[in-house]
């Protein structure tokens, strides 16, 4: 079976529209189900999203009844719905869900080098988009509820699409695209970045500029803040006519996750990617070496995108840092001098000072740790919520006494290039730089050292 949720919920088999779920909840029961496909979804939960945290006294019975009416449906064509404990689970079984194709085209297109395939993986995953998600099942508050990643993930896909038609040359196909969004969602600054490049690329620099204004009156206005680095950068550009703004083809080595930019994946190990401090390669600024943890929301986005908490953990420590930014603040700040020491004992072992720090915050993320069994029967430790803003400092503070008491410790190695000092694992005892798209070319005749 093919189940759409990317719009107006749709099922098909063999090519051919399924009726399934008469009732607007009944869908809306289903497609909680198949966004989590093959896991485990409690009836408490179910009951929780279908009637937003008011339901009546009969909603254990009514979802039962739902899940009867769902199983009739669809067992013929060999969909199976299982009652696992207190809970339910639509079991894989080679069923295809959209926002699942559509998330793993997006994560290869980001992983692609080439902006020809980047742009071909987007095209498919875009295409996918028939509307918000579960449009007919649905509304706003609950579709937040449900994912409100997917809408995240489209608007990432979307940048990073344009980004790579920039550098294939496709500078009048991005600029079709990105207008309508930029009048959309007008303080996303990286849209507007990316479409005043265009502009200026397409000989209409008044646009460019005039797109700037409109855009910091909004931020100013409406926010109380000044446009970001990048987005004075490009502007100072324009204003010069910097020919590099009409160089296609700049590579970019950085991760774009839920609108933050993070180092790009070279270390092999979380802990190492934490100490990785500079995220987007040829960035002017910053320059090599500064900080990519330039707020809360990036250490969370950060902490989920290397799978040390999950998307809901996430979107949590999120909405908390907006109710409470002096703790967040707080709590960043101590991240980074955790990512200092922890940056020491990996370079230095005889820094006894900085193990005992690191050794410290370890053991406070052990007292927060929870075991998770999952569906499958696998299970891991998490931090647990209870920990609330701390959550992703816990996190990288366990994955960081994880690393030092695994023995692949001893093959982590230190990029030569002065401007650089990434640390990676070197198991085979084969790589000399941290990545040869970067500093490589510059380091060719400096071993790495050993950390």
Same mark, same amino acid.
């Given at each position: 079976?093919?189940?759409?949720?990317?719009?107006?919920?749709?099922?098909?088999?063999?090519?051919?529209?399924?009726?399934?779920?008469?009732?607007?909840?009944?869908?809306?029961?289903?497609?909680?189900?198949?966004?989590?496909?093959?896991?485990?979804?409690?009836?408490?939960?179910?009951?929780?999203?279908?009637?937003?945290?008011?339901?009546?006294?009969?909603?254990?019975?009514?979802?039962?009844?739902?899940?009867?009416?769902?199983?009739?449906?669809?067992?013929?064509?060999?969909?199976?719905?299982?009652?696992?404990?207190?809970?339910?689970?639509?079991?894989?079984?080679?069923?295809?869900?959209?926002?699942?194709?559509?998330?793993?085209?997006?994560?290869?297109?980001?992983?692609?080098?080439?902006?020809?395939?980047?742009?071909?993986?987007?095209?498919?995953?875009?295409?996918?988009?028939?509307?918000?998600?579960?449009?007919?099942?649905?509304?706003?508050?609950?579709?937040?509820?449900?994912?409100?990643?997917?809408?995240?993930?489209?608007?990432?896909?979307?940048?990073?699409?344009?980004?790579?038609?920039?550098?294939?040359?496709?500078?009048?196909?991005?600029?079709?695209?990105?207008?309508?969004?930029?009048?959309?969602?007008?303080?996303?600054?990286?849209?507007?970045?990316?479409?005043?490049?265009?502009?200026?690329? !397409?000989?209409?620099?008044?646009?460019?500029?005039?797109?700037?204004?409109?855009?910091?009156?909004?931020?100013?206005?409406?926010?109380?803040?000044?446009?970001?680095?990048?987005?004075?950068?490009?502007?100072?550009?324009?204003?010069?006519?910097?020919?590099?703004?009409?160089?296609?083809?700049?590579?970019?080595?950085?991760?774009?996750?839920?609108?933050?930019?993070?180092?790009?994946?070279?270390?092999?190990?979380?802990?190492?990617?934490?100490?990785?401090?500079?995220?987007?390669?040829?960035?002017?600024?910053?320059?090599?070496?500064?900080?990519?943890?330039?707020?809360?929301?990036?250490?969370?986005?950060?902490?989920?995108?290397?799978?040390?908490?999950?998307?809901?953990?996430?979107?949590?420590?999120?909405?908390?840092?907006?109710?409470?930014?002096?703790?967040?603040?707080?709590?960043?700040?101590?991240?980074?001098?955790?990512?200092?020491?922890?940056?020491?004992?990996?370079?230095?072992?005889?820094?006894?000072?900085?193990?005992?720090?690191?050794?410290?915050?370890?053991?406070?993320?052990?007292?927060?740790?929870?075991?998770?069994?999952?569906?499958?029967?696998?299970?891991?430790?998490?931090?647990?919520?209870?920990?609330?803003?701390?959550?992703?400092?816990?996190?990288?503070?366990?994955?960081?006494?994880?690393?030092?008491?695994?023995?692949?410790?001893?093959?982590?190695?230190?990029?030569?290039?002065?401007?650089? !000092?990434?640390?990676?694992?070197?198991?085979?005892?084969?790589?000399?730089?941290?990545?040869?798209?970067?500093?490589?070319?510059?380091?060719?005749?400096?071993?790495?050292?050993?950390?």
């Amino acid at each position: 079976m093919e189940f759409r949720l990317l719009g107006p919920f749709e099922s098909r088999h063999e090519g051919h529209l399924v009726e399934v779920g008469s009732r607007r909840q009944e869908r809306c029961l289903l497609g909680v189900l198949l966004l989590d496909l093959g896991r485990l979804v409690t009836t408490d939960r179910l009951i929780d999203l279908l009637w937003n945290g008011c339901p009546p006294a009969s909603a254990r019975g009514v979802v039962q009844t739902y899940i009867g009416r769902l199983r009739a449906s669809l067992t013929p064509y060999g969909v199976r719905i299982s009652t696992r404990g207190d809970g339910y689970l639509v079991e894989a079984d080679g069923h295809r869900v959209d926002v699942a194709e559509f998330g793993a085209l997006t994560r290869q297109a980001s992983d692609a080098a080439d902006p020809a395939e980047r742009v071909r993986l987007l095209d498919r995953a875009l295409a996918l988009w028939r509307g918000p998600l579960l449009a007919d099942a649905a509304d706003d508050e609950l579709r937040e509820r449900l994912q409100g990643t997917v809408e995240e993930l489209r608007l990432v896909g979307i940048e990073l699409r344009a980004e790579a038609q920039l550098a294939l040359g496709q500078h009048a196909r991005a600029i079709a695209e990105l207008i309508p969004l930029t009048a959309r969602y007008p303080t996303r600054e990286q849209l507007v970045a990316t479409l005043m490049t265009a502009l200026y690329r !397409g000989a209409r620099r008044a646009d460019a500029l005039r797109l700037y204004r409109t855009t910091r009156e909004v931020l100013v206005n409406d926010l109380g803040i000044e446009p970001g680095s990048r987005l004075r950068e490009v502007h100072r550009r324009v204003l010069r006519g910097d020919d590099r703004l009409d160089r296609p083809g700049r590579p970019m080595y950085e991760v774009r996750v839920r609108d933050e930019s993070l180092p790009w994946n070279v270390g092999g190990h979380p802990a190492l990617e934490f100490c990785n401090t500079f995220a987007g390669w040829r960035h002017e600024p910053p320059l090599p070496g500064s900080e990519w943890l330039r707020g809360y929301r990036t250490l969370a986005v950060w902490a989920g995108h290397v799978g040390l908490i999950d998307d809901v953990s996430v979107s949590r420590l999120l909405h908390l840092a907006r109710h409470d930014p002096g703790q967040a603040e707080a709590v960043l700040t101590e991240a980074r001098a955790l990512r200092a020491e922890l940056y020491a004992c990996l370079t230095d072992p005889a820094n006894g000072r900085a193990f005992d720090v690191v050794a410290r915050h370890a053991e406070a993320a052990a007292r927060t740790l929870v075991f998770r069994r999952e569906a499958d029967g696998r299970g891991r430790w998490w931090p647990d919520l209870a920990a609330g803003l701390r959550l992703p400092l816990h996190a990288a503070a366990w994955s960081a006494a994880q690393l030092l008491a695994d023995p692949r410790r001893l093959t982590v190695r230190v990029c030569p290039d002065e401007h650089c !000092g990434w640390l990676f694992l070197d198991e085979g005892g084969l790589r000399r730089w941290c990545s040869l798209g970067t500093c490589g070319r510059r380091a060719a005749q400096a071993p790495c050292r050993s950390a």
